[in-house]
């Protein structure tokens, strides 16, 4: 193995207020995994060695381990050990990132079919998310996501329309130019000229009602998956999106289920 995934491997390891001390050894494990300081197809050390640098037991390295393998990280051969899986899961929802790629895929063609831009005020629920007082300007913006020619998701994506002061530069309005080839957040990314965050995501399931079940091909009682994700900018809300996923969507990694 090589020396800086010895050394990256070897900090101790402490859980987060609320999390198991599990989920912060998979954490370690699959950040080594994910920034190739554990290359595909490569050994991992033992439990026991992994227990002995990380400062925990064998049991909780186990269950670590047993999750890596659950979500497609590490594979076993029984008798030999545990291996970096040759093809890492697409990553999901973990880490910010506009829809198009969340939903999108290897070989897949994904287009963002814009509904509705508009200013609009900004409602209760929409306010606090993007850092405005009720009624105040914002933008909406609506898109559905069609992928291969089918339509999986209907997205709802919000920021102020108001003077934002973003770091150390004056406060100014959003210049925003919709080009609708692409969604609200990755037209944001581009301007900021990296992701804005931290973020977090909720997940929900709900029926898809009338209106949107027209635009999703859907019965108005069919159940979707509600991602809301809140996303901050220089420490202050930013961006609030609503996706609706359709089940035909198929798989979605989320992991942060590991945190529950």
């Not at 999390?19 to 197809?41: F, H, M, Q, T």
């Not at 269950?63 to 393998?69: H, I, K, N």
């Amino acid at each position: 193995m090589h020396e800086d995934a010895v050394r990256f491997l070897s900090q101790p390891v402490q859980a987060q207020p609320g999390s198991p001390l599990r989920v912060a050894v998979y954490s370690r494990i699959a950040e080594a995994i994910r920034n190739d300081l554990l290359k595909p197809g490569s050994m991992i050390p033992t439990e026991t060695e992994l227990g002995a640098d990380m400062k925990v037991s064998r049991t909780v390295v186990r269950e670590a381990l047993m999750l890596l393998e659950e979500d497609g990280l590490i594979r076993a051969r029984r008798g030999v050990g545990r291996f970096v899986s040759d093809t890492l899961p697409r990553i999901g929802i973990e880490r910010i990132r506009p829809f198009e790629e969340v939903l999108g895929g290897p070989g897949q063609h994904l287009e963002i079919k814009r509904v509705l831009r508009e200013r609009q005020p900004a409602s209760e629920f929409v306010a606090p998310g993007v850092g405005v007082e009720p009624g105040s300007d914002c933008w909406l913006w609506e898109s559905v996501l069609i992928r291969d020619g089918e339509a999986i998701a209907h997205l709802q994506e919000n920021v102020s329309a108001q003077p934002v002061s973003l770091g150390s530069r004056p406060a100014a309005p959003l210049d925003i130019e919709d080009d609708a080839g692409a969604t609200l957040l990755a037209t944001l990314t581009k301007q900021l000229g990296r992701q804005p965050g931290p973020g977090e995501c909720q997940i929900s399931l709900s029926q898809v009602g009338p209106s949107r079940a027209k635009l999703l091909d859907l019965r108005p009682s069919d159940p979707v998956l509600v991602l809301t994700q809140y996303v901050r900018h220089a420490n202050r809300p930013f961006y609030l999106a609503k996706c609706l996923i359709a089940a035909r969507a198929g798989h979605l990694s989320v992991m942060q289920s590991l945190q529950s």
